[in-house]
């Protein structure tokens, strides 16, 4: 039995402690916006947050992951950047079979929660993970940008 | 806006069968929903259109979702003349069904080769328009007025001299009483408040929240997973396997085996894939035990030196070649390629004692559905299949093939089972893009300019597989398209196909290789269109690199309109 925080809710699960956070989110919870796409960590289509890191959930063992804080791509949008990735990548329309998208905005959030004003270098460095076989990365990059002009933008609102 | 999931509706429509002939007419429509769909009020015009009384309108999507956005073209294309705003519409998944469903291109319900807008362009105005005028119609009757004097806008009928209103779904049940118009009139072009337009993806939304669904999410009551291993030569079987050690991994439910593969079935994927590594099979790797890519490449390379079936011929390149002051040539291999679509193949299945229920991601529902029929054994009436979105087509959805090996793994679980292949299966188990071998010539003239070009292309005939009502007079269209659409006007043009499909040591099922379309957009002979500029510029032409090529694309003659030549 292992105790998981994910998305703010703690749970028991009973399952092995090699298990996998993924497959734990997909085939116990039901929780499938977090995708499968090669076990490996090569692909990036699994990465969910860790106490905000970007990981890949089909490497790490749930005993790894318990008392941290899990989230995923079904709640990143109740956080202030990952709302602002959201409605940036819906803007710019950046999916397209969308299948690896939920990984590319996991990654993105935790990058942007790090650096409000990413490079193009930190965003290599953060994104290099996650592959898209749509060929998206045009659109990826421009809405990270995007959404951190919106995120510097609303911040200035809020203060004045 | 997500494709919801209408069971009900899926399975009327299949278990109507022949019915559904008479989609297009309101009667055969209103036949075939039942009263447990509550359809008696709903309108549906066509097999593309319902309209409850109350909610959101519910447009069929006839192609699949793969990332190209046809779920957003084609709802444009319905939505302009139905004349219905995006937001008020929610989108299906069609079933399984070619005499509804079929792009005219191919004669079946497939999605490929870039033409699904081109293909419904008009039926899906068609639609839109037929369902506009009887609900145009069904108001003016209400309100005891000329149908000339109603407007339809945003879902809403308006009487314009009174400006009274009714909604569609007011009007959907008065409607679905009439008659099917028998002329209606599209929307001139210069009326498209739609169409041309610059549209926001519809599936977008979904497709940042988790929501969207694809054929891997399927979540069903009592489900099992299963992973599976299929020999590693084509064509081999298993000759023993020793599953004790598998049996014991947790949340291992069932081995099942096979004559060509060996399947783990268990609680999660993470038990079976354990499962699958304690599996010890001995393969019998069959007759392609020794067949190596060396041995492909020479029986291609032997090939080339003979000549193939003409697929065009411009002027007269042997004279061209003969006055031409420089001849350069060159052999380009297009490897095997894996399509590697970013979601792994999978399909789940419930066998159950006289139907067969099948949920996955495919670019070929009927064939889908045809396959299930077969290895099951029942007739294609006790078959439903459900789309869903392709994380990646690629054309490797276009294949049926994991569908038929999900059915046979299903036949033997007492449960409905998720087939899930590892991406080592996926990637070892694609059915690759063919190797091709491209022999080319050029002819240039004293200032390096191209005369005289010849390209011979080397490879099987997907086509003849695949779309056999397609391959005409040994033209295979897949093999050739690029090659014979060159972008460069040169005076004198050879272009033929040698076909190649066995090995000497072929002995297994007619193919040595499963061979498959893959996206490439100018198919293989995507090769001339970089090679003629490379010939040109690099080696034929003394300048600076690219001038051959700007000299190449001046007198380019695009030649798309030539696409599907034998199709249309």
Redo the contacts between chains.
Sequence with gaps: MVTLKINGKSQQID??SD??VL?VL???L???????????A??G?CTVQLDGQAIRSCVTPVSAAAGKAIT???A??ATAVGRK??EA??AL??????????GQ?MSASALLARHARPTDADIDAAMSGN????GTYGRVRAAIKQAARSASTSGKGAKS | MTPVSRREFVTVLAAAGGGLLLGYRVEGAQRLMSPATTAATNFTPNAFIRIPPEGRVTLVMPQAEMGQGVYTALPMLLAEELEIAPEQIQLEHAPPDNKLYANRFFGEQMTGASSSVRAFYEPLRRAGATARTMLVAAAAASWKVDPASCRAHKGVVTHTPTRRTLTYGALATRAAALRVPDTITLKAPKDFTLIGTPAKRLDSPSKVNGTAKYGIDVRLPGMLIATVAASPVLGGTVADVDDQKAKTVPGVRQIVRLDDAVAVVADHMWAAKQGLAALAIRWDAGPNATVSTADIVQGLAKASETPGVTARKDGDPESAFAGAAKKVEAIYEAPFLAHAAMEPMNCTVHVRKDTCEVWTGSQVLSRARAVAAEVTGFPLEKVVVHNHYLGGGFGRRLEVDYVAQAVRIAKQVDAPVKVVWTREEDVQHDVYRPYYYDRLAAGLDQRGTPVAWTHRIVGPAIIARYLPGAFKDGKDIDAIDGAVQLLYDIPAIQVEHVRHERHPQQLCRGELHRRARRRVVAGPGGVPAGSAGQIATGAGRAGPRGEGRRMGEANATWTRARRFPSLQ
Excluded: H
């Design positions: 399952v092995p298990m996998p497959w997909r085939d116990v039901g929780m499938t916006g977090t995708k499968f796409g090669c076990g490996m090569l692909c289509a995923t791509i079904e990143i949008g990735v959201q990548w819906i329309d950046v999916p397209q079979c969308g299948y690896c998208q939920s905005i592959i898209c076989r749509c």
